[in-house]
Nanobody, 126 residues
Framework: QVQLVESGGGLVQAGGSLRLSCAAS????????MGWFRQAPGKERDFVGA????????AYADSVKGRFTISRDNVKNTVYLQMSSLKPEDTAAYYC???????????????????WGRGTQVTVSS
């Protein structure tokens, strides 16, 4: 069983930055694909960015490219989401997800992730 705990959310003004963290309780963290998703009220859960299971490849949603950066520390079993130049439309609950499947290709569908954290709220004021 994999447990994921997100932290780092909060209220920030437009143009500001936040760094989200996701701590994973798993023995073989380095063998999991890790992703970040977000969900605004009344909307579907959308892909933000992720690492592939193998090779350390990354992918991002077009809406966050150039502003968000995903990174991981396999010693601390933690994945991060650095968010910069935040916009009001980035307001959402942000979720961390893990999957033991996949290869070198980044998995972008939430349906392919097996484990989820409870989320952390990010609110960007205009």
């Amino acid at each position: 069983q994999v447990q994921l705990v997100e932290s780092g959310g909060g209220l920030v003004q437009a143009g500001g930055s936040l760094r989200l963290s996701c701590a994973a309780s798993v023995r073989t963290f380095e063998s999991y694909a890790m992703g970040w998703f977000r969900q605004a009220p009344g909307k579907e859960r959308d892909f933000v960015g992720a690492f592939s299971r193998n090779g350390g490849n990354t992918a991002y949603a077009d809406s966050v490219k150039g502003r968000f950066t995903i990174s991981r520390d396999n010693v601390k079993n933690t994945v991060y989401l650095q968010m910069s130049s935040l916009k009001p439309e980035d307001t959402a609950a942000y979720y961390c997800a893990a999957s033991p499947n996949g290869g070198y290709k980044v998995t972008v569908s939430p349906l392919q992730y097996d484990y989820w954290g409870r989320g952390t709220q990010v609110t960007v004021s205009s």
